[in-house]
């Protein structure tokens, strides 16, 4: 079955630790997306990429970077910058164009 | 940037009741999505209506949009206790970005 795989599920950090969030798509889309959902709101998008080895940042980029070298996998490293870095991160990948997209079920972050 | 605005903010119904919730949004659109999500889940894609469409239909769903009002409402008939999520209305500009509201978190009493 084609889909969007997140994680791990759960995921904790140390303070000053940076923490990878993985992000792997079968769907053969072109753009992929990682955003931020705080309780009882909305998604925030963070970064986002159309094409492979190319990516942009979104609303909430500061503390986090990306990279996509394959077009399956849009990693997502949240860095020691963030300073509140507790979320649910959720990714998502659609064909390019204002298509619907597609969601993995997300990595839940704490910090320790 | 957070376009859409949901209202309310949250709904709780009887089950086989009707469930309304509505979108507001500032700037044009090319199109509007709805979408579900189950708690601790990521979202699911419900409907899709573009900008030049007035209402659309899937299932036990009713989509309308009023460009004019820049407004959109989404309409679940005959509810169950499956519906019970949280429901976002996202918008389209021509950057391949959506802009999400904040939900509105239905809950269908049995």
């Known amino acids: 079955d084609g889909g969007i795989t997140q994680s791990p599920k759960y995921l904790f950090r140390k303070e000053g630790q940076n923490v990878t969030l993985s992000c792997e798509q079968n769907?053969?889309?072109?753009?992929m997306y990682w955003y931020r959902q705080d309780p009882g709101q909305g998604l925030r998008l963070i970064y986002y990429?159309?094409?492979?080895?190319?990516?942009q940042k979104g609303d909430i980029a500061e503390g986090y970077s990306v990279s996509r070298e394959k077009k399956e996998s849009f990693p997502l490293t949240v860095t020691s910058a963030q300073k509140n870095p507790t979320a649910f991160y959720l990714c998502a990948s659609t064909p390019l164009g204002n298509q619907p997209q597609h969601f993995g079920d997300g990595t839940r972050l704490s910090i320790l | 940037s957070q376009q859409g605005e949901e209202d309310p903010q949250a709904l709780s119904i009887q089950e086989g009741e009707n469930a309304t919730m509505n979108c507001s949004y500032k700037t044009s659109i090319n199109n509007l999505q709805w979408y579900r999500q189950n708690s601790g889940r990521g979202l699911v894609h419900l409907i899709l209506i573009r900008s030049n469409e007035r209402e659309k239909h899937s299932g036990r769903l009713r989509v309308t949009l009023d460009t004019s009002k820049k407004s959109s409402s989404l309409l679940i008939t005959a509810s169950r206790a499956a519906d019970t999520a949280s429901y976002f209305c996202a918008t389209d500009s021509n950057d391949y970005k959506l802009s999400f509201g904040a939900g509105t978190t239905v809950t269908v009493r049995a």
């Open positions: 990429s159309q094409i492979v080895n190319d990516f």
């Open positions: 769907l053969n889309h072109d753009a």
